[in-house]
């Protein structure tokens, strides 16, 4: 699903930007230092731009056997002792013929485990097939997950989010609401009760899991604010780096609004609405904005009253 939706709404939602899956060439798997291994491009500079479309890895052992129809191309693919061995038992000629097979496939990236050493023909392949070689000295179990880490993380639904994201008594709170209403006055105010900013006005959301989503800002305006009247503040610098963090799992939703005396606020704490973001709902507190109302503290609460609930606590329980 795109966006961002209400349970209790007649529509989707204004805040999301639209779902979006992230991609990942192998130059960005190359050269990423978050990966946590140290590659060697062996071979294939011309292929760097390749898209790697799965976060799953996949062993060559079946295709240099035969096997071809077990080849997934958009993943990534591992040699380890295991293929290399096989290679062994076999004469030049049908070692020859197993590597060549890989030309029928158009596969986006091979990675040597180990620092092993590989046949020539591996080189003529990569260069003929525009398949990049990289090469690592950690094992293959190791550069599995770790690749499939970073491959996950990189690859996972998202979706952009006009708001506030912070870190609320461990609670990842998203504020959201129309321009100028108060949001960031509203996150300055909790930074100085001593909770933790994320990111202002530009939230990005990943889905981690089936029912987890994770925020984080951009890296151009990272731990940065904007308040009308004194322009772009920088939050680690006025207040230290434990007044920032870098992303923030996601628990509740606050939406503020301009006070209506016509509408119908909830008084008794029964409505439980929720939004939801690439499939996952979030539990939502529509919070509205009077002059004598310190939405600050009222945030607090809600991050308090969430946490009881946690623990099965209802404060109109009659038992």
């Not at 076999?90 to 158009?106: G, S």
Request: aromatic share 4%; with cysteine; proline share 4%.
């Amino acid at each position: 699903m795109a966006g961002g939706s209400l349970s209790d709404s007649k529509g989707v939602g204004k805040e999301a930007c639209g779902e979006r899956a992230g991609v990942v060439v192998v130059r960005d798997l190359l050269e990423d230092p978050s990966v946590g291994l140290d590659f060697e491009l062996l071979q294939g500079r011309e292929g760097l731009g390749n898209e790697i479309r799965s976060p799953r890895i996949q062993k060559l052992g079946m295709t240099l056997a035969g096997f071809g129809g077990y080849i997934h191309p958009d993943r990534l693919q591992i040699i380890g002792s295991s293929e290399l061995n096989y290679l062994q038992t076999l004469t030049p000629e049908m070692r020859i013929t197993a590597i060549r097979r890989l030309l029928h496939h158009k596969i986006c990236c091979v990675l040597i485990t180990k620092g092993l050493e590989i046949p020539e023909e591996f080189l003529h392949v990569s260069s003929e097939g525009l398949i990049p070689l990289l090469r690592s000295n950690a094992l293959s179990s190791i550069s599995i997950a770790r690749v499939s880490s970073y491959l996950e993380r990189k690859l996972a639904p998202r979706t952009t989010i006009h708001g506030v994201l912070l870190e609320v008594f461990g609670l990842g709170m998203l504020i959201m609401g129309p321009s100028g209403i108060g949001k960031s006055e509203c996150a300055l105010e909790l930074v100085l009760k001593g909770h933790r900013l994320i990111t202002d006005d530009y939230v990005e959301l990943t889905r981690r899991s089936i029912d987890r989503l994770t925020g984080e800002g951009g890296k151009i305006l990272r731990h940065h604010m904007e308040l009308r009247g004194l322009g772009i503040i920088d939050i680690k610098e006025l207040f230290g780096v434990s007044a920032t963090s870098l992303s923030q799992d996601v628990d509740i939703a606050v939406r503020l609004e301009r006070w209506d005396s016509e509408a119908d606020y909830d008084r008794l704490g029964l409505d439980h609405s929720t939004i939801e973001f690439l499939g996952v709902s979030l539990p939502l507190i529509a919070m509205p904005v009077a002059p004598g109302r310190n939405i600050a503290t009222l945030i607090e609460v809600a991050a308090r009253i969430h946490l009881l609930r946690q623990r099965g606590y209802r404060p109109l329980d009659t038992n």
